[in-house]
């Protein structure tokens, strides 16, 4: 019954309406992987700063401090990187097509070249290859695109970088709060929070694990396994460091 859903799914997707609407309407973009990405650090390195400072044998305030700082000025600085990446690639994009149409604008004949060369790679030849490149060519905004995607294999409709850095800077926070969730709610016993501080975030490690999972098409238990033994090892470092400095200083 399932095979036969996904069989009429796939049908109707590929219906002449459907493609034509998909084709010609406006790209939509996802920022899962951003949030993935931000769910993921965000837990690691605040997990890792509780448990440093455990090892460490700081009070729960300052556990609490370390976190929310660092959960504010590493999702920031996650967030602006994020930003800063995603606008460069559409800088480099517009790069692209002002080159292209200077290139159209003054030696025409040699861009033609191209496009003939581009599909001549695809098999095209003969009057067939000449009548493509004359419809390519008889739009200069077709021209300039095809020349974007064929020749130089660049995505055309870029994402937004405000939106890139927000869906990182809210799943940082967010998902990064967990490991803090116990030092914040007075009725779990201070002797406890850690345990239970590890716990939460042994959970939302496999969770955002499964996410990511999902988003990237792979094996959701690997990926699950995979962020836990991530999150699970710099925890194992972080802790490991405060715990070797507190002897070394005798604190």
Do not use: C
């Not at 590929?14 to 992987?33: E, F, M, N």
């Not at 926070?173 to 975030?201: A, H, N, R």
């Amino acid at each position: 019954m399932r095979m036969f859903h996904n069989a009429a799914a796939l049908q109707a997707d590929h219906h002449p309406h459907a493609i034509r609407d998909r084709v010609t309407g406006k790209q939509r973009h996802s920022y899962l992987v951003d949030a993935v990405v931000g769910s993921v650090d965000g837990t690691v390195t605040t997990f890792a700063v509780v448990a440093g400072a455990v090892g460490a044998g700081f009070a729960s305030i300052v556990i609490v401090i370390l976190g929310v700082a660092n959960l504010l000025a590493d999702g920031l600085s996650m967030a602006v990187s994020n930003y800063l990446g995603t606008k460069v690639e559409r800088e480099e994009v517009e790069k692209a097509k002002e080159a292209e149409e200077h290139h159209i604008e003054h030696i025409p004949e040699g861009e033609r070249a191209e496009i003939r060369e581009i599909y001549a790679q695809k098999g095209f030849d003969g009057e067939l290859l000449e009548q493509v490149v004359d419809v390519i060519t008889s739009d200069r905004h077709v021209w300039v695109n095809t020349m974007l995607t064929e020749e130089l294999h660049l995505q055309i409709e870029q994402r937004s970088p405000s939106r890139a850095a927000l869906a990182t800077f809210a799943a940082f926070v967010v998902v990064g709060l967990v490991p803090l969730l116990p030092y914040l709610i007075p009725m779990v016993p201070v002797e406890q929070t850690f345990l239970v501080s590890s716990v939460l975030t042994g959970i939302g490690f496999a969770f955002v694990g499964v996410a990511k999972g999902a988003v990237l098409h792979r094996r959701i238990w690997r990926s699950a396994l995979e962020t836990l033994l991530t999150g699970g090892v710099a925890a194992a470092v972080s802790f490991a460091v405060g715990f070797a400095l507190r002897q070394a200083f005798g604190a």
